[in-house]
């Protein structure tokens, strides 16, 4: 998933917009938490419902 993600940013990073949900409480998606192209990170499941109404 890291090199997907990293892969998008390379190529289009204007036009990327990332909606992450990781609910297996690991750290992966930390890195990407303060870069323009995350939109929202959800590490919980209500969070992650939130996020997929909003798409």
Do not use: F, R
């Not at 036009?15 to 990781?22: A, D, G, P, Q, V």
């Not at 919980?44 to 909003?54: D, K, L, M, S, V």
Request: glycine fraction near 6%; proline fraction near 4%.
């Amino acid at each position: 998933m890291n090199s997907t993600i990293c892969s998008l940013i390379q190529a289009e990073p204007e036009h990327t917009n990332l909606y992450l949900i990781n609910l297996k409480g690991g750290v992966e998606l930390w890195d990407y938490e303060n870069i323009k192209q995350t939109i929202s990170i959800a590490y919980e499941p209500y969070e992650a419902q939130h996020i997929t109404e909003g798409i």
